[in-house]
């Protein structure tokens, strides 16, 4: 039954200012409502006052430069999306929209999109290649090939130019482990929206990886990916929205955005059992380290 409540789709309020600035390390500008001015001004209002922009798709991936060169206080990644390697393979039209054209689809036209991300990962505003990885929740069989065909390429650009590699690990965690050891990891390499469990975190650790942390790390349910928050070590643990989705409690199902970090970040605390200017200081020095951008 739809709902008349306004309440349920509003933009939560904001939350106290963080004392100590933080950034978002991964979030989708361009799907959330407003302008960039309006979402950062909000955000900087707050304490966080980096967000690092992550592209999906070609489309995306340019916006997210284009950005990234216009704002002091955005970083851009670039990349095809797991789940968008395979769309293209398929013919889709372009971006998450799928608006336009049919493309011509096929192992070639994979191959063009991703000498696009090659071509944009070599500017300097973008300081990262990803969203990447593996998704096996939302693509099946059949498109397994060319995903990890994408990603196998997206870590050899990754690591040709220098830049930080962006993970999407959806319940993929063994294969995205073996592929990385496989390719070799990329110097700085971030788990995003991590979703493993301990265990997990100790590997990531034990290689170096980064360790970003999502609204989701609030959820009831989610008593695993607290158990990892608490294990990881404090130099490897990241904070970002992934924005519009994943928004913290007591939001959930309401509109994300960078502004809310401090919500997520608040929580992160008082799992790890440390006070918040502690905690957001390392967020801050992480994020600047993972992407390699100088610290404000
Ligand atoms: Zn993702
Ligand atoms: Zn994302």
Redesign the pocket.
Known sequence: MPSNDPGKNAAPPLPDPLRIPVADS???LDMQSGTVEEALAKAASVGVTTVVQ?G?DLKGSRWAAETAAAYDAVHATVAL?PNEAPRIVHGDPDGWSRQGARGPGGDAALDEALAEIDRLAALPHVKGVG?TGLDHFRTGPEGKEAQERSFRAHIEIAKRHGKTLVI?DRDAHADVLRVLKEEGAPERTVF??YSGDAEMAEICAGAGYYMSFAGNVTFKNAQNLRDALAVAPPELVLV?T?AP?LTPVPYRGRPNAPYLVPVTVRAMAAVRGVDEDTLAAALGANTARAFGYPQA
Request: aromatic share 8%; with cysteine.
């Open positions: 991964h979030t989708h992550v999906c999306h969203e999407h995003h929206c970002e992934d989705f």
